[in-house]
């Protein structure tokens, strides 16, 4: 059986962030680690040795996934903006019109 990120990756364990599921370990944190351009054994061998790799690479697609939700939140709200814009645009025009 497949595991899927939501059984591998935890909301709310740690402070109320995403941590990797079972432990306390927020995936900012191994992501952090990543950053400093560790390979994914390294991550587990040195600085987290409970983790597996495949936790780890769910931790990446949970943020993969985090970020993804934010940006279609963006986009959402900032076509509103602008559809309210054209909308107080096409009012003001009118009101010049009368």
Not at 28 to 51: I, M
């Amino acid at each position: 059986m497949a595991v899927t990120a939501k059984e591998t990756v935890g909301i709310g364990r740690w402070d109320g962030a995403a941590c990797v599921y079972g432990t306390r370990i927020a995936v900012t944190n191994v992501l952090g680690v990543l950053r400093l351009n560790r390979a994914v054994e390294k991550v587990v061998q040195k600085y987290h040795p409970t983790l597996t790799g495949r936790q780890i690479h769910e931790a990446i697609y949970h943020a993969i996934q985090a970020v993804a939700r934010s940006d279609a939140a963006w986009i959402a709200r900032e076509t509103r903006k602008q559809k309210n814009a054209t909308t107080v645009e096409k009012a003001r025009a009118r009101r010049k019109r009368r």
